[in-house]
Structure formats: C-alpha cells, structure tokens
C-alpha cells in the first residue's frame, strides 16, 4: 500500500473535500479537520466491496454470523478480550448507538458525565435527549491529561446516572490505562453509575495497548455498553457499521427493542462484506498505516518546535489527531479562527466545540499523504512568521 499516493477525493461528496466553502466559506482552505483518512481502504476491501457488486442483488440484509465472528477473533487478537457472538449489537454508527443507550438507559434529566475537552457530539446527544449535562474536566498536567477522580466522584455523587467515557480519548489522543479505568469502575460501582465506552479509537494505537473498559475485572457487575467500529480503522465511515459490545442481555433486549421502535436500519452488503474482509485479512495494512501515521505525527511535533514554538501540541498516544494549542498567541476564539482560515488558509476542527477547556486549541487530522500534512504545515508556518513580525 503506497500512503504517499495523492487520491482526487473532491467532486466525490467528501465531507472533508467537498463541504470547505459551505464551511469555511472559501475553497482555498486545506482540509486537516474531519476524523477520515485520505488513504485508499486495504485491497482486500475493496475486492470484496466488488465482490458484492458483481453478484448484482442488493435486496434486504442482515448482518451475517461471519462477521460476528470475525469481531470476536479481533477482540481475542487485539485487545486479549474475550467475548461471544451474542454480546454483539449492529448499529448504524456510534453516535446513533451513543443516543440509544441514552434514551433507553436514563430518564430525562438524569445527569450524564462527559470529560471536556472532549469529541464534541457527546454534549448534543445529552442535551437532545433532555438530560442534564455534568462536565468532569479533564486536568492538563506534564503535556498531557488527566482525570480529575476527586471531581468525577463528586459528579457522581451528585446522582449521575451515566458516564460517557472516550477510550482512547479524542481531541487528547490518551489511552486510558488499566489503573485509570479501573478507579473509574470501582466509582461507577460505589455509586450505581453506567458506562458506555466509545472505543472507536481503539486500533489506532501508538503506545501499549489499549484496554478495553468492560474488559477489566472491576467492570464485572458493572452495567457497560461498549462502542466500536471498522471506521476509524480501516476508513470506513461512509459504510455506516459499528457495534455495541456488552454482555448484559437487558441492556441489549432495551437496546434492540429501541432500535426497532426507530425504524434504525443496520448495516448494508457492502458494510458487512467491508467490516469483515478489514478484520480478517486487513491487520498488516492496519500495521502499515499506524507506522505511516506516527510517521506524519513525529514529523509536525519536530517542525511545531523548531519552527513554531508558540504553538504547542499534545503528544498522541492513540489516534491520528494532532490536539494542538495556540494560547500563546493570544488570540480569542473567534480570532483565532480566524486567523486559521484566512491567514493559515486551514480548515482544523475548532478546540471550542470540543468544551471550555478546548478554548485555544485546533484539531489537526493526520492521516493523510506526507505532502498533504507538509502543505498543511507550510499554510501554518506562513502565517505564523507574518505574526511574529514587529507591527
């Protein structure tokens, strides 16, 4: 697989590529902002998308037990999680699982826990579904973040009924360790407290591995639904598959019985074809790209410091999103999108949608060829010099 190739995504309704000027109301802005990669699918995903468009038939489908099982030996090979068949329930994306287990695992106003800076749909879907928004903010400390388990406990003290957790962590790229989550299960168990775990993140890993929330052993007796998915993976989010992980067998029962009463659709041919070509024969080509990524990510730390110093990041553990920080230039939010757009002629996700501690930061997207990132930075080293300039 050849990363460095340069694929012509626009005229193809590309979120990324596609939706710059209704967006940034400008076409010369360089795209680094939506969570895809600009990365041809594995081979073997696109023979068996073919595959299924040569037998010709795209009548009414339901997700075959292959894929089921192909999950479950990736959860074995990945993670040493061992799961069954039936702990498995097809959604049509996380986000739309996410709702779900909202609407049928709380009550309006019951209090839901997120942990700003954090993937910013989490405060919608609390909001949408009537319940009451609990921010447990996350605490910059040595370059990074941490959980503040002092104020978690309080939050759920004060009568949480749920925790959406982001594992590994998007917009910070932490991987939560082993004795991090299990604080928060041991606290989630004292006070009666569900998890549902956005995993999507979890093969997109760069240091240790990542542990499973439901995996651990003071998850047990806990109530934890766990959501996954090919799309960040393999760069399939077009193909609207992802799945909830949990052992509970009322949790799934409220989970399905709702999806139904919504009329949500799951999955397709193609997506069920995609999904289990990717996890069956797509694991070098995930090794490839992770180091091709980390690659990319090496190479815009070393120029931000060199070059950029004002300009800060958080170093990833997990994902191919770059959290960069530009309180040093002292701008407010709305200058500095601003300044990104029409100075830098970028288009990064705003650090403000992502809560009140995302206010000064940018979300950089680098899974994409080397001479997209290095334009990127180009665009943003321009603009930083012309600022640095004596008025």
């Known amino acids: 697989m050849n990363f460095d190739e340069i694929i012509d995504r626009k005229q193809t309704n590309s979120m990324k590529w596609d939706a710059l000027k209704e967006r940034y109301k400008s076409d010369d802005v360089w795209p680094m902002w939506v969570a895809d990669m600009d990365f041809k699918v594995p081979e073997v995903v696109q023979k068996a998308l073919h595959n299924v468009t040569e037998h010709g038939v795209f009548g009414y489908h339901f997700p075959p037990a292959s894929l089921r099982e192909a999950i479950v030996e990736w959860m074995d090979k990945r993670f040493a999680w061992t799961i069954n068949q039936e702990d498995i329930t097809f959604t049509p994306g996380v986000v739309p699982a996410i709702h779900q287990l909202i609407s049928v695992l ?32 996350l605490v910059e400390r040595n370059g990074t973040y941490e959980i503040d388990f002092d104020d978690l406990e309080e939050k759920m003290k004060s009568g949480a009924k749920m925790l959406i957790l982001c594992n590994p962590h998007n917009p910070g790229g932490r991987m939560w360790n082993k004795e991090e989550l299990t604080k928060i299960a041991v606290l989630a168990k ?118 950029m110093p004002k300009i800060d990041f958080v170093d990833p553990d997990a994902t191919y999103l770059l959290w960069m920080d530009f309180r040093q230039l002292e701008m407010d939010d709305q200058a500095l999108q601003q300044w990104l757009r029409e100075e830098a002629r970028l288009a990064l996700n705003d650090g403000h949608t992502f809560g009140k501690p995302g206010s000064g930061f940018a979300r950089m997207n680098l899974a994409c060829p080397r001479s997209h990132v290095e334009e990127g930075l180009n665009r943003l080293k321009q603009a930083y010099d012309r600022l640095q300039q004596p008025q």
């Not at 009550?107 to 997120?114: L, N």
């Not at 954090?118 to 921010?135: C, G, M, W």
């Not at 993976?233 to 999806?259: D, G, H, P, W």
């Open 106 to 137: 709380t009550e309006e106003g019951d209090g839901i826990i997120v942990q700003p800076p954090v993937y910013y749909p989490f405060f919608a879907l609390v909001n949408t579904n009537r319940r009451t928004l609990l921010e447990n903010e």
């Open 190 to 307: 004292q006070y009666d407290v569900t998890i549902v775990s956005d995993e999507i993140h979890s093969d997109i890993t760069f240091r240790g591995n990542h542990v499973p929330f439901a995996s651990l052993e003071a998850a047990k007796g806990l109530q934890v639904a766990t959501c996954m998915a090919p799309s960040k993976t393999f760069n399939l989010a077009a193909l609207q598959l992802s799945y909830v992980i949990s052992n509970q067998r009322e949790l799934q029962q409220k989970l399905e019985l709702s999806m139904r009463q919504n009329f949500t659709g799951i999955g397709n041919p193609y997506s069920s074809a995609a999904a289990e070509a990717a996890y069956r024969e797509g694991e070098q080509w995930l090794t490839n790209m992770l180091a091709y990524v980390r690659d990319n990510i090496d190479y815009a730390e070393k120029r931000l410091k060199e070059e």
